[in-house]
T-cell receptor
């Protein structure tokens, strides 16, 4: 069981470039999440998908789009990267929509936008 | 909306000393609370969670936390710190509106030899 995997691990972009962050889980979880982590800010929810075929905005969705490709995969796209999107991005998954279920996190993608 | 406050962005303790990391929550309904640990350059790992079954919750690596409704607190403790406990610790609450977690800003735990 690999758990939650993310690619790439590191990425450097120039302002205005686009890219897609990939996330996959092999735990047969229904819910998946994208967070960003900034120094002194904790983690903030960007988007989430409660089940295959559905996506919803979190606290900081501006500048991002997501796709729940299938039950396993949930991608995050930056259409036109900005320096303010320099951050560490974490994908997470959870078995179902219960508020008490544990979220399992991937290792993160460190993104720098110049 | 739910929120959590972690007092102290950095906490330093000596090896073998008590670890106390503070978390206070703000919620209009009974909260579901979590403590996660993040080791350098890694993802987050669950330490423990409160789901209203018991107010004293035991987690991995010797950590425990006590839910105190009267104090709106969920502080994390460990009786004796070990060098391997050096990490970033996050308190989080289930966001009942957005089906995600709302995190505190984190506390960096430093262990002095």
């Amino acid at each position: 069981n690999a758990g939650v995997t993310q690619t790439p691990k590191f990425q450097v972009l120039k302002t205005g470039q686009s890219m897609t962050l990939q996330c996959a889980q092999d735990m047969n979880h229904n819910s998946m999440y994208w967070y960003r982590q900034d120094p002194g800010m904790g983690l903030r929810l960007i988007y989430y998908s409660a089940s295959e075929g559905t996506t919803d905005k979190g606290e900081v969705p501006n500048g991002y789009n997501v796709s729940r490709l299938n039950k396993r995969e949930f991608s995050l796209r930056l259409e036109s990267a900005a320096p303010s999107q320099t951050s560490v991005y974490f994908c997470a998954s959870k078995r179902q929509g219960s508020f008490t279920d544990t979220q399992y996190f991937g290792p993160g993608t460190r993104l720098t936008v110049l | 909306a739910q929120s959590v406050t972690q007092l102290g962005s950095h906490v330093s303790v000596s090896e073998g000393a008590l670890v106390l990391l503070r978390c206070n929550y703000s919620s209009s309904v009974p909260p579901y609370l979590f403590w996660y640990v993040q080791y350098p350059n890694q993802g987050l790992q669950l330490l423990l969670k409160y789901t209203s079954a018991a107010t004293l919750v035991k987690g991995i690596n010797g950590f425990e936390a006590e839910f105190k409704k009267s104090e709106t607190s969920f502080h994390l403790t460990k009786p004796s710190a070990h060098m391997s406990d050096a990490a970033e610790y996050f308190c989080a609450v289930s966001d009942l509106g957005a089906d995600g977690l709302t995190f505190g800003k984190g506390t960096h735990l430093i262990i002095q030899p």
